[in-house]
């Protein structure tokens, strides 16, 4: 007897559609930032996340957990971003096993004049194709999976 849970036909035609999103989208959205920034997706997502800090400034773990990325993957791209000039680390002046990654006004400016392009290409790919109610199911949605594949995962407060 076969135990496998084998998906319905519509949940069958909804991870494929899934499938098609989270294998297709990277790249456009990646090719958008090269083309127009000179920055690879995660770089600008980093930079991004540190624009919005107090301070500009995150602790390297608490960077990669909202990075969804593990510490060793930022510190590569911390490192990249330093010999950019658009990010410096920093020792957190209370705990000497922790290090922040500060946005250097350089990089402020850069994720700045970034942003606007990437917000096009975000809301062309995927934003302008829903109704208010599909935002809400997205989101929804998308934290539902999230919570799934990692409990210490990042969400953003509403």
């Not at 920034?37 to 930079?47: D, K, N, R, T």
């Not at 400016?109 to 194709?129: E, K, W, Y």
């Not at 599909?134 to 969400?155: G, S």
């Given at each position: 007897?076969?135990?496998?849970?084998?998906?319905?036909?519509?949940?069958?035609?909804?991870w494929?559609?899934?499938?098609?999103?989270?294998?297709?989208?990277?790249?456009?959205?990646?090719?958008?930032?090269?083309?127009?920034?000179?920055?690879?997706?995660?770089?600008?997502?980093?930079?991004?996340?540190?624009?919005?800090?107090?301070?500009?400034?995150?602790?390297?773990?608490?960077?990669?957990?909202?990075?969804?990325?593990?510490?060793?993957?930022?510190?590569?791209?911390?490192?990249?971003?330093?010999?950019?000039?658009?990010?410096?680390?920093?020792?957190?002046?209370?705990?000497?096993?922790?290090?922040?990654?500060?946005?250097?006004?350089?990089?402020f400016?850069?994720?700045?004049?970034?942003?606007?392009?990437?917000?096009?290409?975000?809301?062309?790919?995927?934003?302008?194709?829903l109704?208010?109610?599909?935002?809400?199911?997205?989101?929804?949605?998308?934290?539902?999976?999230?919570?799934?594949?990692?409990?210490?995962?990042?969400?953003?407060?509403?």
């Open positions: 007897m076969d135990a496998t849970p084998w998906l319905s036909d519509d949940e069958q035609r909804a494929r559609g899934l499938a098609a999103v989270f294998l297709r989208l990277p790249g456009a959205l990646e090719g958008q930032l090269q083309r127009d920034a000179g920055l690879s997706h995660f770089e600008y997502w980093v930079m991004a996340l540190l624009s919005e800090a107090d301070g500009r400034a995150r602790r390297l773990r608490d960077l990669a957990a909202q990075a969804n990325c593990s510490l060793s993957r930022l510190s590569h791209v911390v490192t990249r971003l330093e010999r950019r000039g658009w990010v410096v680390r920093e020792p957190v002046p209370d705990d000497a096993r922790s290090t922040y990654a500060v946005l250097t006004e350089d990089g400016t850069q994720v700045v004049a970034a942003a606007p392009g990437h917000v096009r290409a975000v809301r062309s790919l995927v934003f302008d194709a109704d208010t109610a599909d935002v809400a199911d997205l989101e929804r949605i998308c934290w539902a999976i999230v919570a799934r594949l990692d409990t210490d995962a990042y969400a953003p407060r509403a």
